[in-house]
T-cell receptor, first 114, second 111 residues
Framework: NAGVTQTPKFQVLKTGQSMTLQCAQD?????MYWYRQDPGMGLRLIYY???????DKGEVPNGYNVSRLNKREFSLRLESAAPSQTSVYFC?????????????FGPGTRLTVL | RKEVEQDPGPFNVPEGATVAFNCTYS??????FFWYRQDCRKEPKLLMS???SGNEDGRFTAQLNRASQYISLLIRDSKLSDSATYLC????????????FGKGTKLSVKP
């Protein structure tokens, strides 16, 4: 089992460019999440998908869109990147849509927007 | 008031020391509590869940005080490999599995 995988690992964009961050899990988990982690801010939830076919906004959704492509895959799209979106992005998955379950994280994508 | 607050750290301790981390949370409706560990430039990984009765896993002991909305993590006999950032995590709004993460406390164990 690879667990949660993310691509790319690193990315540099210019302001205004778009890109999609990919996430996949092979644990048959129902719920998937996208976080960003900034120095001094901790992990903040961007979007989540409680189950296949549903997505909801988290704490900091502005400037992002998501797609739950199937049970395995959950992508995060930046339509017009801004320097404020420079961050480390983590995808996570959880067995069920319940806060009693731990979340398993991918290795992260380090994004720099110039 | 921030939802999850932790000791700011960093904690610099010698090998073999006992170190305690504290955390407070603001949402009295939170039902689940965790400690995650995050190594430098790596993803967070679950260290242990925290139960109302307290729980122990080897050198690690977690305690929960619901009345005070307070969580603690005790590490005994610190090892060099314990050096990491420790994140206090509590369940957030609704029942969708959302978790609220503290900013973390950095621990550095020195020889």
């Amino acid at each position: 089992n690879a667990g949660v995988t993310q691509t790319p690992k690193f990315q540099v964009l210019k302001t205004g460019q778009s890109m999609t961050l990919q996430c996949a899990q092979d644990m048959n988990h129902n719920s998937m999440y996208w976080y960003r982690q900034d120095p001094g801010m901790g992990l903040r939830l961007i979007y989540y998908s409680a189950s296949e076919g549903t997505t909801d906004k988290g704490e900091v959704p502005n400037g992002y869109n998501v797609s739950r492509l199937n049970k395995r895959e959950f992508s995060l799209r930046l339509e017009s990147a801004a320097p404020s979106q420079t961050s480390v992005y983590f995808c996570a998955s959880s067995p069920r849509s319940s806060s009693y379950n731990e979340q398993f994280f991918g290795p992260g994508t380090r994004l720099t927007v110039l | 008031r921030k939802e999850v607050e932790q000791d700011p750290g960093p904690f610099n301790v010698p090998e073999g020391a006992t170190v305690a981390f504290n955390c407070t949370y603001s949402n009295s409706a939170s039902q689940s509590f965790f400690w995650y560990r995050q190594d430098c430039r790596k993803e967070p990984k679950l260290l242990m869940s925290v139960y109302s009765s307290g729980n122990e896993d080897g050198r690690f002991t977690a305690q929960l005080n619901r009345a005070s909305q307070y969580i603690s993590l005790l590490i005994r006999d610190s090892k060099l490999s314990d050096s990491a950032t420790y994140l206090c995590v509590v369940s957030g709004w609704g029942s969708q599995g959302n978790l609220i993460f503290g900013k973390g406390t950095k621990l550095s164990v020195k020889p």
